[in-house]
């Protein structure tokens, strides 16, 4: 019997020069000259689920509280937690930790059909105001927030979890079809500030000094 291989929708030109196999996927983990940023790092391996409930309030995936309101996000523990609407959220597991699937008619697994990345670093909002008209630096909306709507023409979902000009870090997730492309765009708008790829431990260094 094959082995079940599963791949991400997207591909860097460079190649990693170091990579691990985790359940189906493999996971790059670093790649070469990633210097100090920006950076563009592919998470499609990540887990992802959509939540709808008509009760979604009542709802703590994985133990994180949802947050009440539309735009609003939980980060902890490594899970990402946002409010799309009335009825719907999105969980991101960032993390390292292995967390059981949840087995309740609420929850979708939407991980292969959706791309995600991170961009990391500094000079992030020079880079993504060449690709939306969506004010990511709104300084009413504390962090973490969430905006739905165009990037790079595509509807997205965009998180700003740190907005500082010198060291920035936000999510970016859309339709797995429009994967390459949306690729390609971040790093053409971004290529006049140095942006490269980088691979996961890039995020976990981030993550990690989050939590302190």
Not at 131 to 158: E, I, M, N, R
Not at 170 to 179: D, F, K, V
Not at 200 to 210: D, F, Q, S
Request: proline share 8%.
């Amino acid at each position: 019997m094959n082995e079940l291989r599963r791949h991400s929708p997207v591909s860097f030109e460079v190649q990693p020069v170091k990579k691990e196999k985790r359940g189906h996927w493999s996971v790059a983990l670093k790649y070469p000259d990633e210097g100090e940023g920006p950076h563009l790092i592919d998470l499609s391996h990540k887990p992802k689920w959509d939540v709808q409930s008509s009760a979604i309030d009542t709802i703590q995936p994985f133990g994180v509280e949802i947050p009440k309101t539309p735009g609003r996000c939980t980060l902890a523990h490594g899970i990402m937690a946002c409010r799309l609407n009335a009825t719907q959220a999105r969980v991101l597991i960032l993390g390292q930790e292995e967390n059981d699937p949840p087995n309740t008619s609420e929850f979708t697994d939407i991980t292969e059909g959706y791309l995600l990345l991170a961009l990391a670093g500094p000079n992030l909002f020079s880079i993504t105001e060449k690709l939306t008209s969506l004010d990511l630096q709104d300084p009413k909306k504390p962090p973490p927030y969430l905006f739905q709507g165009p990037f790079a023409h595509v509807p997205c979902q965009v998180v700003v979890i740190k907005r500082e000009t010198d060291n920035g870090l936000l999510l970016l997730s859309c339709s797995r079809g429009y994967a390459r492309d949306m690729a390609d765009a971040v790093l053409a708008a971004g290529k006049e500030a140095g942006l490269r790829p980088a691979g996961e431990t890039a995020i976990n260094l981030r993550l990690a000094h989050l939590k302190k």
